[in-house]
């Protein structure tokens, strides 16, 4: 038997690949409310690898994805990605501190429609974009 109450929970994320804080293998990102923007800052490393150096898509993307539920989260809904469009610009060398950026385009019902962008630190060029729509649990 389980003794960790969230484990029981659908909805606990303290095991988030992206951001749970009780995930060993996660990338532990942190994520903050600034004005109508959720941000957090990622540095891959070399386990975050696709092709030699460069940072996976699918890491990309999870970044991307969880921006967006959490800039639900952090104002108090629960939500999950129903689809989303993702376009790669160019590649995320690792090593290559980033900032993750997302803002809400319109929310109706139990609809949110989001955007969001991974823009590198030095060069500010963005290495990736996506929109998705999430279902806000009931």
């Not at 992206?18 to 995930?23: A, I, S």
């Not at 409310?33 to 959720?38: A, I, K, N, S, V």
């Not at 999950?80 to 019902?109: D, H, M």
Request: hydrophobic fraction near 35%; aromatic fraction near 8%.
């Amino acid at each position: 038997m389980n003794s960790n109450p969230e484990s029981t929970n659908p909805l606990a994320a303290s095991e988030c690949f992206v951001c749970g804080p009780d995930n060993p293998n996660g990338l532990k990102l942190s994520f903050q409310l600034e004005g109508e923007y959720c941000i957090a800052n990622f540095t891959p490393d070399k386990f975050h690898c696709g092709y030699s150096g460069i940072t996976h898509g699918g890491i990309i993307f999870s970044a991307l994805d969880d921006v967006m539920a959490n800039w639900l989260f952090l104002q108090g809904d629960r939500a999950v990605t129903a689809k989303c469009n993702l376009r790669y610009k160019t590649p995320l060398p690792i090593g290559i501190p980033t900032q993750l950026k997302s803002w809400c385009l319109k929310r109706k019902g139990r609809l949110a429609i989001m955007a969001s962008e991974i823009k590198r630190h030095d060069t500010l060029e963005v290495i990736a974009e996506c929109d998705a729509t999430f279902m806000i649990s009931p």
